[in-house]
């Protein structure tokens, strides 16, 4: 019971953990990630992903991350549709659920852990669409669909 108990345990920690992730799942960063003592704290954390991309998950202060983790579950939350694009995705929001300085605020943040993103804000349909598209150099779509968990 005991091992049940420790298994579920370290699966919520999972499931908290993956759903807390930055829009960018590698730029996660926690104490189960890297340990308090760890001397990889006083260096940048880059996490490489398996096509070539590199995150630096110590481009934001504590208080950027908790600010951009709120912010990413918003619009992951109220995100309405993601579309594939010739050179990476579009996630598409409703005004009403999410403004354009809301998508801008996460796009600064996260451009300063993900720089290989390349980002596109746009606001469609006389005003009735706002889209966010990711991009970047070769292999990016690859990357999208893998760390978004994108089919």
Request: include cysteine; hydrophobic fraction near 40%; aromatic fraction near 6%.
């Amino acid at each position: 019971m005991k091992n049940s108990l420790k298994q579920s345990a370290g699966t919520k920690k999972t499931v908290v953990a993956a759903s807390a992730l930055l829009l960018c799942p590698c730029c996660i960063t926690s104490a189960d990630v890297m340990p308090v003592n760890s001397s990889a704290q006083k260096e940048p954390k880059v996490a490489e992903s398996a096509v070539g991309f590199h995150c630096n998950t110590k481009a934001l202060s504590p208080a950027e991350r908790t600010k951009h983790e709120v912010l990413t579950k918003k619009l992951l939350a109220v995100r309405k549709a993601t579309v594939e694009t010739e050179k990476g995705y579009e996630l598409q929001f409703s005004p009403a659920d999410v403004t354009v300085t809301e998508v801008a605020e996460w796009v600064v943040a996260e451009s300063k852990c993900c720089s290989f993103f390349d980002f596109h804000i746009d606001l469609e349909n006389e005003g009735k669409l706002v889209c966010l598209r990711l991009s970047g150099g070769e292999g990016i779509k690859q990357f999208i669909r893998a760390e978004f968990h994108i089919q």
